[in-house]
């Protein structure tokens, strides 16, 4: 029957009350410290407290108001528990060290402080140069605390030094290094050396016996010696360890041990255990083979009473063995302890005619899109049923240069000679057209008194999946000289090296006004552009000048009008008789007839120009351009005649007036072309 004690039924009520009332066992914390941040490596907090509902409560840190604390981030950890260790309720808050403006210390040991105790004691004194601080502005600084000063005696071991450094703007520094106390030891002490393990059998029904040994003697100097057990006491039924251990005064010790084992004489009924038996053995031969040699290790067995090598093991059959092709023997090992207890391993050799090796799951045909000069194929490598030995021209993850189809080949040959083969076919293929980036948009261009101009755009760039180069053409060039007026459609092609193409297409639209758009020929002269900014007057009814401003008769003229004075009265007939011809022979009717229909003006062989006639344009040169002239006035040649209605003919002067504006002065520059 159980009895509890008195604590055992607190516990057990407490357990109790703690099941049926939710938060009666519990731990909490309060005032949980808030995160400092200090300049200095000391800090200083008030510590939380801990209360629990059940009673006591433990609370533990893992630093204490006044520690040193590292630059940087500390996490200083609060834990309250039970009064069985268990954890309910934790704090946690961080001690910032920023002391960027901290002290500089000089003079601190950088290595560990290392002295040796004088013989027969346990410390030493210690001495070093102590280290001083200089705060930012220069001002020496002096250490507000030292755990230690030199001269000091310390004890055997390593005892950490702190020094620590305050200015007068509370920014703190530390100096810390470690001194070891070495203290000589005798490190010769005695020895002590115990029997072997010692096995004592008794007879079934006894419980214990006496066991003798040798007597245990220590070598060397020594102040104290004893042993869990001596020789003669009694040993009960199992294992018991004996210890011997020898102590000098200097504290040098040795220990040894042994094992006692009693047991009782119990009849061996266990057969042996074979620890490796061999696994059935087939074994393959060539065609016309009749017999073969068959070889295998033979077993081995453990026995729980008898020694390994008191177990007797036989068999039926011996290797290495000389079987017969086409069949099967089964090997049986005995192995018997001394008890006669036995136990049998089995195994079959088998010979069979090794037949022809055949691939499983052989590929088919992969294709593979180019990614690159060389494009990477990879696929499941066939299997092969027998003991063969598998080559391949191939293997998969290999990079392949295309286009192009690779055969992949794989061989088995088997160890008497007989093959098999799988083969498949990597086609490394392109057809994906290249792509093109940067395809310029539509542009279009406004310009002012400019006739062409010449527009530039980044040229569009291209890649293709294959890696290789592709060509790039264009049916104009990016700096091409373009008329004000045009739209023109900017192709751009590319082809891989397969021939596959792509196009990017764009327009260059170039508008506004030209050298001839205020039309600055006067007196209904006609304006041609000329070049990029050029303009060419065409002068018409005896006007001459570069816009045919001028009027009144040449210096040919006059010199003309002068040299047919002489024969003035032969002109005067002249012109009575073609009067007359005139109106006695040409009908009126027709002249009327002609006059309906517009009057028009035939340019011809004046390439590359704009004609300009009064306030109309004539964007094709070679095209009538219609207006109120005279019936028959026609340009030829780059001469120009003009027929009156009455028949006269006028021709201009030979040289035809051009001039050009200055982009910059706005002022014209006069030319003069004479015809030839």
Not at 102 to 121: F, K, L, N, R, Y
Not at 155 to 165: A, H, K, N, S
Request: aromatic fraction near 8%; proline fraction near 6%.
């Amino acid at each position: 029957m159980m009895y509890l004690n008195r604590m055992d039924v607190r516990l057990l009520l407490a357990t109790l009350v703690c099941l049926f009332y939710s938060g009666c066992c519990q731990v909490t914390i309060q005032n949980c410290p808030d995160d400092q941040t200090i300049n200095i490596n000391r800090a200083y907090w008030e510590p939380p407290t801990a209360t629990s509902t059940s009673g006591a409560v433990t609370l533990t840190t893992s630093h204490t108001p006044g520690s040193v604390f590292p630059n940087g981030v500390t996490i200083v950890t609060y834990e309250a528990g039970d009064e069985n260790g268990n954890i309910d309720d934790s704090c946690t808050f961080r001690i910032i060290v920023d002391n960027s403006d901290a002290p500089t210390v000089s003079d601190c040991p950088t290595t560990q402080i290392e002295v040796t105790a004088a013989a027969g004691q346990t410390f030493a004194a210690a001495t070093w140069t102590e280290p001083t601080a200089k705060g930012t502005n220069g001002d020496n600084v002096t250490w507000t605390y030292r755990s230690h000063e030199p001269g000091d005696d310390f004890y055997d071991g390593t005892t950490p030094v702190l020094y620590e450094f305050v200015d007068d703007e509370n920014n703190g520094a530390l100096c810390t290094f470690d001194v070891v106390v070495t203290v000589p030891q005798d490190t010769v002490g005695p020895t002590v050396e115990c029997p072997d393990d010692m096995t004592i059998m008794i007879a079934e029904g006894e419980t214990e016996t006496a066991v003798i040994w040798d007597d245990v003697v220590p070598t060397g100097e020594y102040k104290l010696f004893f042993g869990t057990q001596t020789s003669g006491d009694m040993f009960s039924v199992g294992n018991t360890v004996v210890k011997y251990h020898v102590e000098d005064a200097a504290g040098n010790e040795d220990e040894c041990e042994f094992t006692v084992t009693v047991s009782v004489i119990i009849p061996d009924t266990t057969p042996p255990t074979f620890t490796y038996c061999p696994q059935n053995i087939n074994e393959l031969v060539g065609p016309n083979q009749d017999t073969f040699v068959v070889t295998w290790n033979d077993p081995t067995a453990t026995d729980e009473e008898t020694a390994t090598e008191d177990i007797t093991i036989t068999s039926n059959i011996e290797s290495p063995y000389t079987a017969q092709v086409e069949n099967s023997v089964t090997v049986t090992y005995t192995a018997t302890d001394e008890a006669g207890n036995d136990r049998e391993c089995t195994f079959t050799v088998t010979v069979s005619v090794d037949g022809v090796p055949t691939f499983e799951n052989c590929p088919t045909n992969i294709v593979v899109e180019m990614t690159g000069v060389n494009t990477e194929a990879t696929w499941t490598e066939p299997i092969v049923t027998d003991d063969s030995t598998v080559t391949s021209n191939y293997d998969p993850g290999e990079t392949f240069t295309g286009p192009a189809e690779y055969t992949v080949t794989y061989m088995a040959i088997d160890p008497f000679g007989s093959t098999a083969t799988c083969s498949f076919v990597v086609r490394i293929q392109d057809t994906t057209a290249p792509t093109i980036q940067g395809c310029p948009s539509d542009i279009v261009r406004t310009v002012t008194g400019v006739n062409t101009v010449s527009v530039t755009w980044t040229e569009p760039t291209a890649e293709d999946n294959s890696g290789r180069d592709v060509a790039i053409t264009s049916d104009i060039n990016s700096g091409a000289t373009f008329t004000n007026g045009d739209t023109i459609t900017v192709t751009y092609t590319v082809t891989d090296f397969v021939g596959l193409p792509t196009t990017c297409d764009f327009t260059v639209t170039v508008t506004g006004t030209t050298a001839c758009s205020d039309n600055p020929c006067e007196n209904d002269g006609v304006c041609t552009t000329d070049g990029e900014t050029g303009f060419e007057c065409i002068c018409v009814d005896d006007y001459t000048g570069d816009t045919c401003s001028n009027s009144g008769l040449s210096t040919l003229q006059i010199i003309a009008i002068v040299l047919g004075s002489l024969a003035g009265l032969l002109l005067l007939l002249l012109f009575i008789i073609c009067c007359c011809y005139y109106c006695c022979f040409v009908p009126y009717g027709e002249e009327e007839e002609e006059d309906r229909y517009p009057r028009e003006i035939i340019v011809h062989q004046v390439p590359q120009k704009q004609m300009h006639m009064g306030g109309g344009v004539l964007p094709e040169p070679r095209q009538p351009v219609y207006d109120n002239r005279p019936q028959g006035a026609r340009f030829h040649n780059s001469l120009p005649k003009i027929k009156s209605k009455r028949g006269r003919r006028f021709r201009h002067k030979n040289y035809t007036s051009s001039k050009v504006k200055d982009a910059t002065t706005k002022n014209y520059g006069r030319h003069r072309d004479y015809m030839t």
